[in-house]
């Protein structure tokens, strides 16, 4: 199932942090499944610049499940894998 479904992020407005509600439940996948079941990472993090972001980190070898940032009708997002496992998003909304 893509991750292009609806969603609402609530959070304060000048804050630095977001809770994401969504219908699909961290249940309905397991950590660093291939993407196989590509529900967001438990840790979203933002970014202004994805593609940017992502050839950093991926130079200094953190590893991700797609070899290219995606982009959904909401922005654009790749998914890292951390060593235990646990899937990490990384994130850029699309500017109204």
Do not use: T
């Not at 899937?87 to 699309?94: A, P």
């Amino acid at each position: 199932m893509r991750p292009d479904g609806c969603f609402l992020a609530v959070g304060v407005p000048s804050g630095p942090a977001q809770i994401l509600l969504w219908s699909h439940a961290a249940a309905e996948e397991q950590p660093g499944d291939g993407g196989r079941n590509a529900a967001p990472g438990q840790v979203i993090l933002e970014s202004h610049d994805v593609r940017k972001d992502f050839e950093f980190l991926r130079r200094r070898g953190v590893i991700f499940e797609q070899s290219e940032p995606e982009d959904y009708p909401f922005g654009v997002r790749i998914e890292a894998v951390d060593p235990d496992g646990n899937r990490v998003s990384l994130r850029q909304q699309r500017k109204p």
